[in-house]
């Protein structure tokens, strides 16, 4: 069967492969041109659907990407927490105490010449004992010598001494030791203005 296409002017059926009509002589390839047009546009439809699913699917690839990637960032953080959290509550308190201990002066004494004291360290913790002494001008040698002892056996001394070409000027020394029970404390002094030693307990 032979395909026709009727003259949109007169009404004269033509064949198909036509291009003016057989009656009138009007041009009859404005009905190809529309058909063309309609597979075209058809074409570019297709085409633009095609764009919108690969749209689509980037778009999901990346949403799963940034779920994966932020859910490993929690679980991370998580991780990094209970970390934290599992530090022996102990080692904290005890950074805690050893951060809140400073020495404390417990007592003090002065005087200018020769003295002994005694005193008893019941706790065990860290004594410091310091001695500063000011000589009297005189082109002589002058000091002032502290020991510290327990049951006759000396645990720490300190020597403070000026000779003629010395300054007049304070000096300063310290002795630190540990331990409970009673000690002495030996102070030689000569030709000083005076002496003063402080006695200081850290807890």
């Known amino acids: 069967m032979v395909k026709t296409n009727k003259c ?8 198909d492969n036509s291009t003016f ?4 002589g009007k041009r009859l390839s404005e009905i190809h041109s529309m058909n063309s047009n309609n597979n075209v546009t058809n074409g570019n439809n297709k ?8 749209l689509i699917i980037v778009v999901a690839i990346l949403g799963t ?3 994966v990637t932020l859910n490993n960032n929690n679980i991370s953080d998580t991780n990094n927490d209970t970390y934290i959290n599992t530090v022996p509550s102990s080692s904290v308190n005890n950074i805690s105490s050893e951060n809140t201990k400073s020495w404390h002066k417990i007592d003090s004494f002065n005087g200018v010449g020769d003295y002994q004291i ?3 360290n019941n706790g065990g913790n860290r004594i ?18 502290t020991s510290v002892s327990k049951s006759g056996n000396t645990v720490g001394s300190s020597q403070l001494s000026w000779n003629s070409k ?6 300063s020394d310290t002795i630190e030791f540990s331990g409970s029970g009673n000690y002495n404390i ?18």
């Open 8 to 15: 949109m002017n007169c009404g004269k059926e033509n064949n």
């Open 21 to 24: 009509c057989r009656s009138c």
């Open 47 to 54: 085409i633009l659907i095609g764009v919108i699913i690969a």
């Open 65 to 67: 990407y940034a779920f």
């Open 118 to 120: 005694s005193f008893n």
């Open 128 to 145: 410091k004992i310091v001695s500063s002494a000011m000589p009297i001008k005189n082109y002589a040698d002058n000091y002032m010598y």
């Open 166 to 171: 010395s300054a007049v000027a304070t000096k």
């Open 186 to 203: 030996y102070i030689s002094a000569y030709e000083l203005q005076y002496w003063d030693l402080e006695i200081y307990e850290y807890y």
